[in-house]
């Protein structure tokens, strides 16, 4: 340790937790449980915070002003130049859409509710997390949350008893409550542990407990040092995007980084060379610049390209170290040497300025007149949805299952599904007889099967509302029932990994569930449609707009025989159901797909609003398929 204080084993851990996340990030083998690197942060943050707090609230120089000035100081000069270089970016380079997302995002980032922000849109490691900029911004967020209210507590409970005794058992019941506070809340609702301060708190404060551990006398610190790198090596290879997080599973790399910060080694080989002391320094820049780099790498439709996320890597490093040798280090020197007011003002006033601006991108809706009125009307195919979507399309984890009626007379047809079923609802009311109307059961999610349940969210209650479905349609026995599900959900190349069925399949599931609609009514069901690898009204848009990229047409079809053969398994299930005499099957293979491709644009039209949903206007071309095969016409 230098004279200064400075722990040479703590900036290189902080190298390894940015080198995990990076490579995380950027998809390379070998670190899919890189994203630990962020519970290691948290773990030196508590550490480094406690050791300010406490020791000032001793020493009697704590301010709780000062304390926040010397947070923003560090964090918010780079955060809030990545932030306007994105939002210069942005304007040249963003649909209209994405730009008012990210103008949304900056203005939570820059207050510390992007964390916040993020659990409600929606988790962590699904498909549209590549598509947010300032999605790592969330664990800024959860340390800015804890550095606002630890100092508070520390000082209040110093009054109560000023003793380190104290103060440790406090926070050690902390680490307890908050760990357990994580385990249900990651079970109940995976995002919400993922994202939130309650069920991450516990990291921070374990760091805490390690200041309050002398270090000097204590025996055995190599062994230990070793003890913490083994246990955040075993959680890079037992551990997955899929592994419930944080939970009970990030208390192993927790720990790992506990022991190599309580072995205190100022000299291992394993912290202290000279390529973890350089990364370690730049290791905030560096996680600031990483995912706007993987975010424009997958904007572009490049994730599949190894070499460019390898560049992308190395780019991420060289705009860290410019931005700590250009941003941090200038702002840190020159904000320090001014009075706290000055500092303040001098700190605060240029985000008071991005904030504004952020706030009238987003006014205007991500300002559409920077595009042509083609792409703009490509766009538009996005929110080409049902207009009864948020009335008519239910949630897997509300209580209860929308029921809507579509036309004016006596029930013709029971629509059921998921939001497939939503998606074609323009085409199969169309389709039914003049003067009759339809009844609809659609709950996002939830494939009609009965005992669906899902292993990372005990609120997925879809069994539920199946039971509910098949017990209400009672009502209308001997009426057409029409179904719709994502089959390939079902059994498919997109088959929710997450969802189960005690004792059987998702397909034989299935099978059982269509079997018991029959029982009282004649059962039609639609056949898997095709699904493109990216949003269609983007990807055609940003073709169109952004021909220097050279995308390709063909990542807006499909084979014929590849789609085949993915939707064998659902075919082949449908097929054995359409052998009951009161199961017909409705194939629309043909309406996607011709000799050899399956298309997804007609008449230079997008007919998806997404990668795999049917938009509002193209629904209606279903209509003569569904009404012939129905009802005869």
């Given at each position: 340790m230098m004279n200064n204080g400075f722990r040479y084993d703590i900036n290189g851990l902080r190298a390894y937790a940015v080198f995990f996340v990076v490579l995380f990030h950027f998809g390379l083998t070998g670190f899919s449980a890189g994203f630990i690197g962020v519970d290691i942060f948290f773990v030196?943050?508590?550490?480094?915070?406690?050791?300010?707090?406490?020791?000032?609230?001793?020493?009697?120089?704590?301010?709780?002003?000062?304390?926040?000035?010397?947070?923003?100081?560090?964090?918010?000069?780079?955060?809030?130049?990545?932030?306007?270089?994105?939002?210069?970016?942005?304007?040249?380079?963003?649909?209209?859409?994405?730009?008012?997302?990210?103008?949304?995002?900056?203005?939570?980032?820059?207050?510390?509710?992007?964390?916040?922000?993020?659990?409600?849109?929606?988790?962590?490691?699904?498909?549209?997390?590549?598509?947010?900029?300032?999605?790592h911004t969330w664990s800024l967020s959860v340390e800015w949350q804890f550095y606002m209210l630890f100092p508070i507590v520390m000082a209040v409970l110093y009054r109560i008893k000023p003793s380190r005794s104290f103060l440790l058992k406090l926070i050690f019941f902390g680490v307890v409550v908050s760990f357990l506070l994580s385990v249900f809340i990651s079970k109940k609702s995976p995002a919400a542990g993922f994202f939130l301060l309650p069920s991450r708190a516990w990291e921070l404060l374990l760091g805490g407990v390690v200041f309050f551990i002398p270090s000097k006398d204590l025996p055995f610190k190599k062994q230990i040092e070793i003890f913490g790198f083994f246990l955040i090596v075993l959680s890079l290879y037992f551990f997955t995007e899929l592994s419930p997080w944080p939970s009970y599973n990030a208390l192993l790399p927790a720990l790992g980084a506990f022991f190599i910060l309580l072995a205190c080694q100022q000299k291992s080989f394993l912290t202290n060379n000279l390529i973890t002391q350089w990364l370690g320094v730049s290791s905030y820049s560096i996680y600031l610049w990483h995912w706007p780099v993987v975010f424009f790498i997958y904007y572009f439709y490049k994730e599949h390209s190894v070499l460019l996320s390898f560049l992308g890597a190395i780019l991420s490093v060289f705009l860290g170290w410019c931005s700590y040798k250009l941003i941090e280090i200038p702002a840190r020197n020159k904000l320090s040497s001014l009075p706290k007011h000055c500092a303040f003002k001098v700190l605060l006033s240029p985000v008071a300025v991005v904030l504004t601006v952020s706030f009238v991108i987003y006014g205007l809706n991500g300002i559409k007149s920077r595009f042509p009125f083609d792409v703009n009307f490509i766009l538009d195919k996005s929110n080409d949805k049902n207009p009864r979507i948020n009335e008519c399309l239910g949630s897997p984890e509300s209580k209860t299952v929308p029921k809507c009626i579509y036309g004016s007379g006596p029930i013709s047809l029971v629509v059921i599904g998921d939001s497939y079923a939503?998606?074609?609802?323009?085409?199969?009311?169309?389709?039914?007889?003049?003067?009759?109307?339809?009844?609809?059961?659609?709950?996002?999610?939830?494939?009609?099967?009965?005992?669906?349940?899902?292993?990372?969210?005990?609120?997925?209650?879809?069994?539920?509302?199946?039971?509910?479905?098949?017990?209400?349609?009672?009502?209308?026995?001997?009426?057409?029932?029409?179904?719709?599900?994502?089959?390939?959900?079902?059994?498919?190349?997109?088959?929710?990994?997450?969802?189960?069925?005690?004792?059987?399949?998702?397909?034989?599931?299935?099978?059982?569930?269509?079997?018991?609609?029959?029982?009282?009514?004649?059962?039609?069901?639609?056949?898997?449609t095709p699904r493109a690898m990216y949003n269609i009204p983007e990807y055609y848009a940003k073709e169109k707009y952004f021909k220097w990229l050279g995308l390709s047409d063909d990542n807006t079809i499909v084979k014929k025989e590849d789609f085949l053969t993915s939707s064998l398994l659902s075919r082949n299930a449908q097929e054995v159901l359409s052998k009951n005499g009161n199961i017909n099957i409705i194939d629309i293979t043909d309406f996607f797909c011709g000799n050899d491709d399956c298309s997804f644009i007609r008449n230079q039209d997008p007919i998806l609003y997404d990668s795999h949903h049917m938009n509002w206007s193209a629904s209606k071309m279903l209509s003569p398929i569904f009404s012939k095969d129905i009802f005869g016409d």
């Open positions: 030196i943050s508590g550490f480094l915070m406690t050791g300010i707090v406490v020791r000032g609230i001793e020493n009697g120089t704590f301010s709780i002003i000062g304390f926040y000035l010397s947070r923003g100081i560090r964090i918010i000069p780079a955060l809030l130049v990545v932030c306007v270089v994105l939002l210069i970016l942005g304007f040249f380079i963003l649909l209209p859409v994405d730009y008012k997302t990210l103008a949304k995002h900056v203005i939570s980032s820059l207050s510390f509710l992007s964390n916040i922000a993020y659990w409600k849109e929606t988790g962590y490691f699904d498909a549209q997390s590549h598509y947010k900029p300032l999605l939503d998606a074609m609802m323009n085409g199969i009311t169309s389709a039914i007889p003049k003067n009759t109307s339809l009844v609809s059961y659609t709950v996002s999610s939830c494939q009609t099967i009965l005992g669906l349940k899902k292993i990372d969210n005990e609120n997925f209650d879809c069994d539920e509302k199946i039971k509910y479905i098949l017990n209400d349609i009672k009502q209308y026995k001997n009426t057409p029932l029409l179904i719709v599900n994502m089959m390939s959900a079902i059994a498919g190349p997109y088959q929710d990994k997450s969802k189960y069925i005690e004792n059987k399949t998702l397909i034989d599931g299935y099978i059982d569930t269509v079997k018991a609609f029959s029982k009282n009514n004649k059962v039609f069901l639609v056949s898997q």
